[in-house]
């Protein structure tokens, strides 16, 4: 028997798209001081009224960091944190109108990753839940190769819709994670771009592999390095942090060339570069701390056999 949903759970999604609408139509008009003193508001308001959110983050800032940071240096990241969070979700939507001359404004690309857009080639482009993952997606989507996005879609169709037509104004195409593999291999074979967020929790049973991650293992997703070594294809490493004057700064600081990826043995190629990947996730995160997604299940499955000491509460 079907379980029925919480009658708050049904009126929240009743209200999502709606409220989805009105962002839609109201803060693209907003002047961008506007939207980051929003975006400050909400996240501190997140951080105050969430007991959930600030257990979860403390939890993950407790496993990442132990003493090396006091208690007041955790609270201050994951306030910081929910607060880029805030500003992400804002920018989703005011990045829809004027998107172009938008993102000529207030986007900056390092010089890496000029040089690295100006050429088609095919590319596997990773990235996490780290600066404004979202505003990437968009930029890259202008390159001459375009981008081919893969999406977990929301509970809320209508929502996921709305912000789906939202992620593809620059022309990024979002594919679904179920059944992408062969659109994704089809377009690097085309000498396309792919675009993958790497830092989310995937199932052993559903094909993740476990990697070292701040000393202790999770579950992630070997996408990059099967498709890779399958396609000639390069890993960039790349992500889009904010600054204090509402701008951002694209930079791709790690490349895996093609032909280092073809010298490795096919056997434990997938293994070895999602490893590495995941490194390069772990080095921009100490860098910058309040940038990643403290308040996600991000160590939510434990190895089999190995004891839940040192994990937070919420492993399994």
């Known amino acids: 028997m079907a379980r029925k949903k919480p009658f708050a759970k049904k009126i929240r999604q009743a209200l999502e798209a709606p409220l989805t609408r009105a962002g839609l139509a109201v803060v693209p008009r907003l002047p961008r001081r506007a939207v980051l003193g929003l975006a400050r508001f909400l996240g501190s308001a997140a951080y105050a009224c969430s007991a959930r959110s600030r257990r979860l983050g403390l939890a993950n800032l407790d496993l990442a960091f132990g003493e090396t940071k006091t208690a007041s240096e955790k609270r201050r990241i994951l306030r910081d944190s929910l607060r880029n969070f805030s500003l992400v979700m804002l920018d989703l939507l005011w990045f829809s109108r004027d998107s172009a001359a938008r993102m000529g404004r207030w986007f900056e690309a390092a010089p890496n990753m000029r040089e690295a857009m100006a050429l088609r080639a095919a590319r596997v482009g990773v990235t996490g839940h780290f600066g404004n993952w979202e505003l990437i997606g968009r930029f890259w989507a202008m390159s001459p190769g375009g981008l081919t996005s893969v999406a977990m879609p929301l509970k809320n169709p209508a929502v996921d819709e709305l912000l789906q037509a939202a992620r593809e104004l620059t022309g990024q195409q979002i594919v679904e994670r179920e059944g992408a593999l062969k659109k994704l291999v089809r377009c690097l074979r085309d000498g396309g771009t792919v675009g993958l967020l790497l830092d989310q929790n995937t199932a052993p049973e559903e094909g993740g592999v476990f990697v070292d991650f701040f000393g202790k293992p999770v579950a992630v997703s070997p996408a990059a390095g099967i498709l890779a070594p399958m396609t000639g294809a390069e890993i960039l490493f790349g992500y ?29 190629a997938a293994q070895e570069l999602t490893q590495r990947v995941t490194k390069f996730y772990e080095e921009a995160i100490r860098a910058r701390p309040e940038c990643w997604l403290w308040s996600y299940k991000r160590w939510r499955h434990i190895p089999e056999g190995m004891p839940p000491d040192g994990f937070p509460y919420y492993a399994k």
Do not use: N
């Open 240 to 268: 889009v942090l904010p600054r204090a004057d509402g701008t951002y700064l694209g930079e791709i600081p790690h490349v895996i060339p093609a032909a280092e990826i073809a010298a490795l043995d096919r056997k434990g």
